[in-house]
């Protein structure tokens, strides 16, 4: 009889050490996009959820905002910030990784009136983006950017939200069964 801490976790039937090696697999070229100004490779968020949906499933995670949303004034935009923990589960439903994550997206303004326009969608995307920021953990499509040289990850307002918020300490935990 196996004992439960001998029994290793699996996602899809698969064992988690291979999964996340999965997640940093070559990745089709088109997935790639370049910055029209700046010229810096980049991969689209979507492509990034696109492969960690199809590795890991949706039905593996699950992203719980930590703080309501906060709206902020950078460069002149107002941006909706969202924070929290991802959740990765394994085939048994245990808490296998918990990491953090931050994202944002500009707020629609109408024009004529000044007033937001589709607030909840402005709010969904932002937490699309915290789940995708919470994905750079695990470097999908990192070492291709950094072949190319000048490469930078999903989100380019990432690095600016992080100069603009206050972090709280956040900390990611592993589970070993």
Request: glycine share 8%; with cysteine; proline share 3%.
């Amino acid at each position: 009889m196996t004992s439960q801490m001998s029994k290793k976790s699996t996602i899809r039937g698969v064992a988690i050490d291979e999964v996340w090696k999965k997640l940093r697999e070559p990745l089709p070229e088109s997935y790639f996009k370049i910055t029209k100004n700046t010229h810096y490779h980049y991969l689209p968020y979507e492509k990034c959820l696109e492969v960690f949906d199809s590795i890991v499933g949706k039905e593996h995670y699950e992203f719980v905002p930590v703080a309501p949303a906060e709206i902020r004034q950078i460069k002149n935009q107002s941006i909706v910030i969202i924070t929290g923990t991802l959740s990765i589960m394994d085939d048994d439903g245990g808490v296998v990784l918990r990491l953090p994550g931050c994202g944002g997206e500009t707020i629609s303004i109408s024009g004529t009136t000044g007033n937001a326009t589709g607030l909840n969608n402005d709010i969904k995307q932002a937490v699309t983006r915290a789940v995708v920021s919470s994905l750079q953990f695990f470097g999908i499509g990192r070492a291709q950017l950094q072949e190319k040289g000048k490469g930078i990850l999903h989100s380019r307002n990432l690095q600016e939200m992080r100069k603009h918020l206050h972090w709280r300490n956040f900390k990611s935990s592993i589970r070993r069964k």
